[in-house]
């Protein structure tokens, strides 16, 4: 498509969106490059830029994030979901950013500084909490996003001051409300996954179903017993199989299948997977937050097998939920299970059509267009409110059953009306001491003078102010973020 003289112009003086990504596993840098794809069909963007940034840490470093979580996955897959499990409540871990992974952060701060960018999005809490930090210190100035890439919230996302945090469905939005998350901070969007090829599928009935078996982009050996059930299976089918860069894992196929005439296709890593999602009929394979998400947006069901425990799993719950997806717990009847499927009349199309109604395939579109069109002033959560949001996640609580000292309140922008600040109430009559007005409105002023027991407060202030010396605030209990509840 060309470039009018218009656009041009308009790239030139536009935004400067930076993607910060993590490389532990694949799915965080394929939402990386959906987003980067979303910004190139926008004229109010200037220049983008993708960087994962464990690839500028040290080789230590990215071994033990990177190829050590996989390594926990073979064989150790009970700690990895103890992992997820102790994590998971929002804000466990607070307080700055521990030496080791400072140092380690100092490339990707330089790579900010040098970009200058007027927005950054972080598919990955790596980045997310480092970028709180900077927000908090003053060393960036940008609309910063959190974009999660699992259907089920993980509590590591959630930092300690963003512009906005995207999560992948309404329930992940609801539960943060229900912890004191104001409203207008977050958005469920879905999860950014490629531009989609259009029109959407129209499947030939009159041909046998195609089953999509896929080894995940690095090749997982649980392929072969899915194939040798297949074979086992009385409907009728073909099926394509996708090794990913496991070259011997698709020689093993490949022998396995070479009696069975032309019912099979083997391939290796292919950019073919738009295609081949829209011409298969049922998915086999493990329910990764990418993989799901692009499934659904081509109307495809899913069988799913060897989920990884903790996202995955739950990835499949809400996918089962929607009844998009069976999952095979025993690899002994992988084939038995296909079959029912097929065999049932009505059955597969049901799914299918329950997998193109839980599909957002606009996602990465609509966390760029919500990110840029909304605040310039970032939310701050104070380490005291990170305090009462743990505990309420802990106790089962929502924000309205909170009262006392440490109960949440908001601070909003009276100008745009956007939540600027999430606080105790404690710390709320502290501040009315020091910024109330004669009339009794409260307006932020920046304050050198303010003791040095204060450093927390000094720290918000900047946050919120972002260069100007007075900001008129209104204040709101989370009763009136918690009205808005969806549903």
């Known amino acids: 498509m060309r470039t009018t003289s218009a656009q041009a112009e308009a790239r030139a003086s536009g935004q400067r969106v930076l993607i910060l990504s993590a490389g532990v596993g694949s799915g965080h840098n394929s939402a990386a490059a959906a987003v980067q794809q979303a910004c190139a069909a926008r004229t109010d963007i200037a220049e983008v830029q993708v960087l994962d940034v464990l690839q500028v840490s040290s080789v230590l470093y990215r071994a033990l994030l990177g190829k050590g979580y996989f390594v926990l996955v073979d064989d150790l897959p009970w700690l990895v979901e103890w992992g997820y499990d102790i994590s998971n409540p929002p804000f466990r871990r607070r307080g700055p950013i521990d030496p080791w992974t400072r140092v380690n952060s100092s490339p990707v701060i330089s790579a900010i500084k040098r970009f200058r960018p007027t927005a950054i999005v972080c598919t990955h809490f790596l980045p997310a909490q480092l970028l709180a930090s900077l927000l908090l210190s003053g060393v960036v100035d940008a609309k910063t996003a959190v974009v999660t890439t699992d259907y089920d919230f993980q509590g590591l996302s959630l930092s300690g001051a963003f512009h906005k945090i995207f999560v992948a469905r309404e329930e992940g939005k609801v539960e943060l409300m229900a912890l004191g998350l104001p409203p207008d901070r977050v958005a469920a969007t879905g999860i950014p996954i490629n531009k989609q090829l259009s029109p959407a599928p129209v499947r030939d009935s009159t041909k046998p179903p195609m089953l999509l078996i896929s080894a995940g982009a690095s090749g997982g050996d649980y392929a072969v017993s899915v194939v040798r059930q297949t074979m086992h299976m009385r409907s009728a089918f073909t099926a394509t199989i996708v090794c990913g860069r496991n070259d011997a894992l698709r020689q093993r196929i490949e022998a396995l299948v070479a009696s069975a005439g032309d019912r099979y296709s083997v391939v290796g890593f292919t950019t073919e997977m738009p295609q081949l999602l829209q011409r298969a009929d049922l998915f086999v394979g493990k329910p990764g937050g990418l993989s799901a998400s692009e499934c659904m947006a081509a109307g495809l069901p899913m069988v799913l097998v060897n989920p990884i425990p903790g996202q995955e799993v739950r990835n499949g719950d809400y996918l089962m939920e929607q009844g998009a997806a069976v999952r095979c717990n025993a690899a002994a009847t992988i084939g038995w299970k296909i079959d029912e499927i097929l065999r049932e009349p009505g059955r597969l199309q049901m799914m299918q ?4 109604r839980t599909g957002r395939p606009d996602a ?8 840029l069109g909304g605040s310039s002033r970032p939310l701050v959560v104070t380490r005291a409110a990170q305090r009462t949001i743990l505990a309420a996640s802990e106790q089962r609580f929502v924000a309205t059953d909170l009262t ?6 908001r601070l909003v922008d009276q100008a745009s009306g956007s939540t600027v ?6 710390e709320l009559a502290d501040l009315q001491k020091r910024h109330s007005t004669p009339d009794g409105e409260l307006v932020l002023r920046r304050s050198h003078a303010l003791p040095l027991r204060h450093w927390e407060e000094r720290r918000v202030l900047r946050a919120m102010l972002r260069g100007d010396d ?8 989370t009763a009136e973020g918690f009205r808005d509840l969806p549903g």
């Open 353 to 356: 059509a329950a997998a193109q």
């Open 364 to 371: 990465a579109a609509n966390v760029l267009n919500e990110l």
């Open 404 to 409: 006392g000292p440490s109960s949440l309140v």
């Open 421 to 426: 600040a999430l606080l105790q109430e404690e």
């Open 470 to 477: 007075a900001l008129p605030v209104r204040v709101e209990g």
